[in-house]
């Protein structure tokens, strides 16, 4: 069985809408810093998993933040 070092990351095509969207009505960098603290708060879901020894598949990156499955 082949081990997996990193996830593969997943971005929904309405995320990249709702990103747009938010440039148009001047939210982006609201935006930009919730999905950062979102993903930072992911990735520690992540190394924790890794720690115990969990397979992680993938990162979905979708209009309200992240998941790890």
Partial sequence: ???HYFCKI??????IIFILLSIIYNAF????????????????HY???RLF???C?????H???FSLI
């Fill in 10 to 15: 997943d971005v929904w095509l309405i995320t």
């Fill in 57 to 61: 598949y993938k990162i979905n990156f």
């Fill in 53 to 55: 020894k969990v397979n």
């Fill in 29 to 44: 960098f609201s935006l930009m810093i919730f999905y950062f603290l979102a993903f930072i708060h992911e990735l520690g």
């Fill in 47 to 49: 190394f924790f998993a």
């Fill in 1 to 3: 069985m082949k081990k």
């Fill in 63 to 65: 209009p309200l933040g």
